[in-house]
């Protein structure tokens, strides 16, 4: 995983075997993150959606449809009250008496009413022009188990297959868990030990304390009473497990929070995370930003001259599969076709996870004249889905041999814009060698500036420029560096425009 810290944001990028197969941003001044709980109000109930908006203090009130309320509704409601009204102190359930589940599938108008305060929880972030979306049962996710209040149940991750190992985790958390917490066993559980699990929980349960200290001090309403922890060690959490070999981070503080937060779970790794101190900029130097430039287009490049074209849309997302100029002649259109189909199946998986895109997909293959290798191909695009974390369906191919895909999105889908200003839309355009002549002019100033005196003088241009300038024996950069005497580094920036060029000194400050 490469982290990268700017001012305001936190991009993290993760690659296997150095491709890139996720992409996410945490934003510093995001109000809402999922797993956030809010002591709110209930502002609108609608009938006909079955439905209420919360205040959530954001532009566009929360949505909280009648399914997310949660059975435990009425006993969650009752809790809330008596920890608000401080009549219950040690915030456990011993002695508390559980209100009768609302129906399952009941009306909205009969559980809630307008100006009701209610606990919510964010299961989806604003996205576009909507709200975030809520719930009311709470839950609260640890390193290897989530703990849901106000039940008895526990479940076991369906990616561990064992029946020995969930018998075994079954039995570990019944004898270790509190009365009144239903537990889910998350999939990295596996094979852990009892003292593992045992901290995970106790950290779970302080939270829960945590979060009704905080419910118990509110004195207004949209609060946050909870917040996740930050996205930096959730997505850790989440994603983290013995297969990482490194974690970059190009920033101090945010270094030894992570390096902190992997002691805690697993010691063993901690050598693995690392801090990047480099000259040229971390995502340029694991090749993150190129690699962001090719694969977030209209058009995606595939292995043999095969590409995919994908198309975003309000409804829906559409990717066309493409051979290209895939040819070979000692193999049939059939063969043809069913290689490109499994190099696409592939691609495509990865693009779902990197542009992180929900809502309904259809994607439309090479057609496939042998049901045998339509079967292939299904299954094999299936296994590549598995490694998606997402929770998504996948339909087998129709009559016209689509395939279609719904697929979970619980924040904003990764948008990147791959196109740049046309440099010659006024076609005429500065010559490389006067673009070159105003790099001289600036690094002239730069040189016989007393401020600038000591230390390498770093030049961050677009990779074309890079080229020009460093080719050759004789090239432009070396004869700098004997006219001013100074040490000269020419860094290429894949996220330049084709005119745009930067200096820096030292300290990675840039020199204006």
């Known amino acids: 995983m490469i982290i990268r810290s700017n001012s305001d944001t936190v991009d993290f990028a993760m690659l296997n075997d150095g491709k890139l197969v996720e992409l996410d941003k945490e934003i510093g001044k ?13 502002k ?3 009938p006909g959606l079955n439905a209420a908006f919360v205040d959530v203090n954001n532009d566009k009130d929360g949505f909280l449809h009648y399914h997310d309320l949660g059975p435990k509704l009425l006993s969650l409601t009752k809790f809330a009250k008596l920890v608000e009204s401080k009549k219950i102190k040690s915030f456990s359930f011993n002695d508390f008496k559980y209100e009768k589940d609302i129906p399952k599938n009941g009306l909205i108008k009969d559980s809630l009413s307008p100006k009701q305060t209610v606990l919510v929880q964010v299961i989806k972030e604003p996205i576009s022009t909507k709200g975030p979306r809520l719930s009311s049962e709470i839950s609260l996710a640890g390193r290897f188990m989530v703990i849901v209040p106000f039940s008895e149940r526990i479940s076991i991750s369906q990616r561990i297959k064992n029946p020995q190992e969930k ?32 901290a995970d929980l106790t950290d779970l349960i302080m939270r829960w304390k945590r979060l009704c200290i905080n419910l118990n001090k509110a004195d207004s309403y949209p609060t946050k009473i909870l917040g996740e922890i930050n996205r930096s060690s959730s997505k850790l959490r989440d994603v983290f497990d013995d297969s990482f070999t490194g974690i970059h981070i190009n920033e101090a503080e945010l270094y030894s929070e992570i390096k902190e937060y992997i002691k805690s779970i697993a010691p063993r790794k901690t050598s693995i995370v690392k801090l990047y101190s480099g000259v040229t900029p971390i995502f340029d130097k694991f090749g993150v930003e190129r690699q962001i430039k090719s694969s977030f287009g209209r058009t995606v490049s595939m292995q043999k001259g095969a590409y995919l074209i994908i198309e975003h ?58 049901r045998q290798n339509r079967k292939k191909l299904f299954d094999h695009f299936c296994e590549e889905m598995a490694k998606d974390r997402t929770k998504h369906k996948i339909l087998p ?38 673009l070159i002549d105003k790099i001289n002019v600036e690094l002239g100033k730069i040189a016989k500036n007393s401020r600038y005196k000591k230390g390498k003088i770093y030049l961050h241009v677009h990779p074309f420029v890079a080229a020009y300038i460093n080719s050759g024996f004789f090239s432009i950069k070396n004869k700098w560096v004997l006219k001013y005497k100074r040490s000269i580094t020419v860094i290429p920036r894949d996220s330049y425009l084709y005119l745009e060029y930067h200096f820096f000194n030292n300290d990675s400050k840039l020199i204006k």
């Open 30 to 42: 995001n109000k809402f993150s999922v797993g956030d709980i809010f002591v709110a109000r209930i």
């Open 44 to 46: 609108k109930v609608i």
């Open 167 to 198: 018998k075994r985790l079954r039995n570990l958390v019944k004898g270790i868990k509190p009365k009144g917490f239903g537990v889910i066993v998350r999939t990295v559980a596996k094979n852990r030990k009892v003292g593992e699990l045992k």
């Open 313 to 370: 849309t309000e409804a829906l997302h559409v990717i066309d599969v493409n051979s290209g100029n895939r040819s070979n002649k000692s193999k049939t259109q059939e063969e043809t076709a069913m290689e490109v189909n499994l190099i696409a199946s592939a691609e495509i998986a990865r693009q779902l996870r990197l542009r992180d895109m929900g809502g309904i997909i259809v994607v439309d293959f090479i057609d496939l004249t042998s």
């Open 397 to 434: 191919p129709s009559k016209f041999g689509l395939i279609q895909i719904t697929r979970q999105r619980v924040r904003a889908q990764m948008s990147i814009n791959t196109k740049e200003p046309n440099p010659n839309k006024d076609l005429e355009v500065e010559a490389p060698i006067l």
